[in-house]
């Protein structure tokens, strides 16, 4: 739930992109915190180095956090059952942040680090023909979330206070000057450059993580957008309650590179409905 990081591309991994969502805060009884218990985690800047194998954490009031970006036995600490929504999750520990994290949240926070031998199978909305089954580590469900900017520019002509993809926290952004808003909510299957596909699964239904000011770390006291937003887009028709945009996603196979400038095209639509627990 900090600020995200952009990519020219990134290898796509049986969890998703390279990195992606691969730690996680959590509070002292082990349930995750996110930028609607905590909105000033929008204020943290990532900074990835492979090169050096660093990851570090940047505030413009502390000191910044480094840790190693392929941490190994010796860099992590016990092992222990998270839940992340429906799903218990394995991860390890990462003590050398917990001064850090604690005193930015201002609260007890540990910062957790996906156990890479325990992996974590989705198990809704699977479409038969995955080749490789999805995994995710900590993201809310499906390796891939996928949100569109003709979709985003109607919202915009609708919500007072513009909103960026950045309120909605996709890893894949997909633009187009001709495609037809919400169109992505009828996908079933995209290729990418004509060699290999992603599988859309379902829609995201949205949080109060939308009626964030990015730029402050605080959120908006009129619950705006959100509440515009649940005059129309309360669109799926097994939860009409549900405020929804953008696709879940997963790769219908795994080793690829995905690429800014890559070129997609729809292969197969059907029907979406949230008839399962996301």
Request: charge should be positive.
């Amino acid at each position: 739930s900090c600020q995200g990081v952009s990519l020219a591309s990134s290898p796509m991994t049986a969890t998703g992109l390279k990195y992606d969502r691969h730690w996680m805060l959590v509070d002292k009884r082990g349930r995750f915190v996110t930028q609607r218990q905590c909105p000033r985690l929008a204020l943290i800047r990532v900074e990835i180095d492979e090169a050096g194998g660093e990851i570090s954490l940047h505030t413009d009031e502390m000191p910044a956090l480094r840790m190693p970006l392929n941490p190994g036995d010796a860099d992590l600490g016990e092992r222990l059952q998270v839940r992340v929504w429906y799903d218990m999750v394995a991860a390890r520990h990462c003590p050398q942040a917990d001064a850090w994290v604690t005193q930015f949240v201002g609260k007890p926070t540990r910062l957790l680090y996906k156990d890479t031998e325990r992996p974590r199978l989705v198990s809704r909305y699977v479409p038969k023909d995955c080749v490789d089954a999805p995994q995710s580590r900590f993201a809310d469900v499906f390796p891939l979330h996928i949100t569109c900017s003709p979709s985003l520019a109607d919202i915009n002509t609708r919500v007072d206070r513009p909103l960026t993809h950045a309120h909605f926290r996709p890893n894949i952004v997909l633009a187009s000057p001709t495609a037809r808003a919400y169109d992505e909510e009828e996908w079933t299957r995209i290729d990418v450059n004509g060699s290999w596909s992603i599988m859309v699964t379902s829609r995201t239904p949205r949080c109060s993580m939308t009626n964030m000011d990015l730029k402050a770390g605080a959120m908006y006291e009129d619950k705006e957008p959100l509440s515009t937003l649940r005059t129309f887009r309360c669109v799926d028709p097994a939860k009409p309650a549900f405020v929804c945009f953008g696709m879940q996603a997963a790769p219908q196979r795994v080793g690829h590179t995905i690429r800014v400038g890559d070129s997609i095209v729809v292969r197969e639509r059907g029907y979406h409905a949230l008839t399962e627990p996301l």
